[in-house]
């Protein structure tokens, strides 16, 4: 056997090697293409963690620091708007005491999911109760809210023994984020109004595999929700709703149009209009807003206490309660609630995407839709308006609860989680299966 040279040996090795390592590249592009080739799993449950840059929370620190402030107003009242002390009350406490890591490990501490629907990716917290029969419930938030004002009842709701109440008041929770608002997707094409986000719940509860499910909501919470009534997917037992549109024609009418309010009213159906009469001329500006040119707010995208200042002062009888906060009395909300919801919405950079869904929506908020399916009310005092039972027995055929609270306001769940949670369990108590 002829010996080979070793010069000769390393060009033969060195070719081997090559040929190898071509043939290793050619195999794992094959791979790659072939992986490439296949369909992407879009309905897909991935599993989400909250974990905000460090130099995100810095950089808020810093432009709050730098804010540029206007003189006080002129009133002792706020009937100018937020007032200087109320927000430079909150500025101090953000800058110095909040702690958005806690938030971060509160959102973190429940099971937190991402999935893709009608092409957005979609957040949303999935707590299973360990009930056996617990009832499913899909919540949805509001503006200015998020997923933040569910935190409180998740323990309540998915544990109710632990709670006070028997183990057959138990629900599964789905608590989404409505797109273009904290960290589901924003859309980036027009259409995504209440109708197609309803559509989407629905798509999102038959993917989690649930065959019979109930709904709540409050504000746009409550538009999403009573459009999921409207499709009436046969899985959907019934809703709940804390802001319930049950306006009358006639009353509607008289709003829209400042005309006398009809004659013949309740005290309670006279209330409701008076509060609708005050929000409708002193309470709709930002609205208002949000709905003709959203894209022009950049200022609430580039301000923290822009955006801040914007949020809490959503209606006459929530600001009143959060500024009572900062003003150091105790109310339904802390400091930490109210400024992890606004931090919620600057690192997630929603101030511009979530005002846009003003903008989409075409349904009148407060009239009758036509809902034939079964409805709960819940009528708080500090609402936009404490919708009368005359009315909601109008408005809902099938109403199977209704109850006239003596506290509570925008934020139901937020503000009032125990009186929300009994809410809950009343209200849906007639649909369950019998165990």
Not at 13 to 34: C, F, P
Not at 62 to 75: D, F, G, K
Not at 286 to 311: C, F, K, V
């Amino acid at each position: 056997m002829t010996r080979m040279s070793e010069p000769s040996r390393r060009t033969v090795l060195a070719g081997t090697a090559a040929a190898a390592s071509g043939l290793a590249a050619s195999a794992a592009a094959d791979a790659v293409t072939r992986a490439a080739a296949q369909p992407r799993d879009v309905s897909a449950i991935r599993p989400f963690r909250v974990n905000v840059p460090e130099e995100t929370l810095v950089d808020l620190r810093r432009r709050l620091a730098a804010t540029v402030w206007p003189e006080q107003e002129t009133v002792t009242d706020d009937s100018q708007g937020v007032q200087l002390a109320t927000i430079q009350a909150l500025a101090r406490y953000w800058a110095t005491e909040h702690d958005w890591r806690k938030c971060e490990e509160k959102l973190n501490a429940r099971p937190q999911f991402m999935t893709e629907i009608d092409g957005l990716d979609i957040h949303f917290i999935h707590v299973r109760s360990t009930h056996e029969n617990a009832l499913p419930m899909i919540v949805t938030h509001g503006w200015p809210g998020s997923v933040v004002e569910q935190l409180k009842i998740v323990e309540p709701l998915t544990n109710p023994t632990a709670h006070g109440a028997n183990a057959s008041d138990a629900f599964h929770l789905v608590i989404p984020s409505i797109p273009g608002y904290g960290f589901s997707s924003k859309p980036t094409a027009t259409g995504w109004d209440p109708v197609r986000v309803a559509r989407a719940w629905t798509v999102l509860m038959k993917r989690l595999g649930y065959t019979r499910y109930v709904a709540q909501g409050g504000d746009w919470g409550d538009a999403i929700t009573e459009q999921m009534a409207l499709l009436a997917p046969p899985e959907l037992l019934g809703i709940h709703t804390n802001m319930p549109a049950t306006v009358p024609p006639d009353i509607s009418r008289a709003l829209k149009y400042g005309e006398p309010a009809p004659a013949g009213l309740s005290a309670d159906e006279r209330h409701a209009y008076d509060q609708l009469d005050f929000f409708y001329k002193h309470g709709l500006g930002y609205a208002g807003e949000m709905a003709n040119r959203p894209q022009t707010l950049y200022g609430i995208a580039d301000s923290p206490i822009g955006l801040a200042a914007w949020m809490i002062d959503h209606d006459a009888r929530s600001y009143q309660m959060i500024a009572r906060v900062f003003d150091g009395k105790p109310e339904g909300l802390t400091h930490d609630d109210i400024l992890d919801n606004i931090t919620l919405y600057w690192v997630t950079k929603t101030a511009v995407s979530s005002a846009r869904l003003y903008w989409e929506n075409k349904l009148a908020f407060f009239d009758v839709k036509g809902i034939r399916i079964p409805v709960a009310v819940s009528a708080y005092p500090d609402e936009l308006y404490q919708a009368p039972r005359s009315w909601a027995e109008r408005a809902f055929p099938k109403l199977i609860h209704y109850n006239k609270l003596n506290k509570g306001g925008h934020f139901a769940a937020w503000e009032q989680p125990d009186l929300f949670c009994g809410e809950m369990r009343a209200a849906f108590r007639s649909l369950r299966q019998p165990a």
